[in-house]
């Protein structure tokens, strides 16, 4: 019974070889991912060994987002494997060092375990960077700085339309003679009655232009409305005295003439009567 029977035929072969077998090569109908796609290392993909599971287990983890749960309770409650199962792929990960776990106390003194899941085992970042902590939120876009106010200017005693607009054409004539003093619409009705001050003060426009601009410095204005606006107001001339109103013109002193009447001398612009004789006069009916 245990000899060898050299005429049997050889067993057939249960599975034929692939390159004799029509459909055994592996054909890819794949479609670009542009959202919701995690990409994986074929050595994790590949792995010669590690376990089915713990291959699909990693692939999982690393499709989480930071911050998610992927302790054995809440694994164990997504897949249907058991925790011993599920426990002994996280141990085959992390000896290949796709985890890594390490506990930790917070400050109540609770001892948890922080896990952190690596996609090329042996690289390790920061510990303040690593990706197992929430990722931070965008930055909100921050408003833009507020537009620092310009000195105050003086404030003139009266003003027209005719004086501001006259200020107008000064501020807008000084990038003529310097072009760092280009002055914005806003800058000009804020610098304009500073300038109706000067012209108050019986100061030509050419006067008030020379100056602004004289003297000043060689670098950039980084706020020329601003230097103008301090040059309004600390070198303001003082207002011209009040002059007395000039006094009444004396009457004419007239000459001297007799009086047709009275003979007497009185002082006339013609002769005539003087005035009594003409008062008289003016009563006798």
Not at 119 to 144: C, L, M, V, Y
Not at 171 to 189: I, M, Q
Not at 253 to 260: E, F, I, Q, T, V
Request: hydrophobic share 35%; aromatic share 2%.
């Amino acid at each position: 019974m245990d000899t060898e029977n050299p005429s049997a035929h050889a067993p057939a072969k249960s599975r034929t070889t692939g390159k004799n077998h029509p459909h055994a090569g592996l054909v890819h109908d794949n479609a670009r991912h542009t959202t919701r796609f995690t990409v994986i290392g074929n050595h994790l993909a590949q792995h010669e060994e590690l376990s089915l599971l713990a291959i699909g287990l990693g692939v999982h983890i690393q499709s989480l987002p930071p911050g998610a749960l992927i302790d054995i309770k809440s694994l164990a409650s997504r897949f249907i494997e058991g925790r011993a199962r599920i426990a002994a792929a996280l141990n085959e990960l992390e000896t290949h060092g796709y985890l890594r776990r390490t506990h930790e106390r917070t400050a109540t003194g609770r001892i948890f375990t922080r896990t952190v899941s690596c996609n090329k085992p042996g690289h390790r970042t920061d510990p303040a960077d690593t990706s197992s902590r929430p990722a931070r939120r965008p930055a909100q876009d921050k408003p833009p700085p507020r537009r620092k106010l310009l000195p105050a200017v003086p404030k003139p005693s009266y003003t027209s339309a005719t004086l501001l607009q006259a200020a107008v054409d000064v501020l807008a004539g000084l990038r003529h003679h310097d072009p760092r003093l280009l002055l914005s619409a806003t800058d000009a009705e804020h610098l304009a009655p500073g300038v109706v001050a000067w012209l108050e003060r019986d100061l030509t426009p050419t006067a008030v232009r020379h100056a602004l601009i004289a003297d000043l410095p060689d670098e950039p204005l980084r706020r020329p409305a601003a230097l103008l606006a301090h040059r309004l107001a600390a070198q303001l001339p003082p207002l011209p005295p009040i002059r007395p109103p000039a006094p009444a013109a004396p009457e004419p002193r007239h000459p001297l003439h007799n009086c047709d009447g009275c003979d007497h001398a009185f002082r006339s612009p013609t002769p005539g009567l003087c005035r009594a004789c003409r008062t008289t006069s003016a009563t006798i009916p």
